[in-house]
Nanobody, 121 residues
């Protein structure tokens, strides 16, 4: 079965750094674009960062540009998010996402269980 498992969340002080990871299995990882989303209580889920299937292209939300870096290792089926200079507004549950659309139009969309990141002094 498809599995995406996030890890590495925790409590950090403003200005600190954290690296969260997503381990994947049950699908052909190298064919999927990977993304990190986050959601705070009472807020809509928002896209934080995404990376193309071969790692050649990345995109970031304006709010994290210059502070966060997404990366992937297709040999290990993992995707990471390095978060630097963290701010209280980064506090959220962070979710790993895999997406693919086949040539016949079938869409695949998989999610992890989330890992909590709390930025507070």
């Amino acid at each position: 079965q498809v599995q995406l498992v996030e890890s590495g969340g925790g409590l950090v002080q403003p200005g600190g750094s954290l690296r969260i990871s997503c381990a994947s299995s049950g699908f052909i990882f190298r064919l999927y674009a990977m993304s990190w989303y986050r959601q705070a209580p009472g807020k809509e889920r928002e896209l934080v960062a995404s990376i193309s299937s071969n790692g050649g292209s990345t995109n970031y939300a304006d709010s994290v540009k210059g502070r966060f870096t997404i990366s992937r290792d297709n040999a290990k089926s993992t995707v990471d998010l390095q978060m630097n200079n963290l701010k209280p507004e980064d506090t959220a549950a962070y979710y790993c996402n895999a997406k693919k659309t086949t040539v016949s139009g079938m869409k695949y969309d998989y999610w992890g269980q989330g890992t909590q990141v709390t930025v507070s002094s």
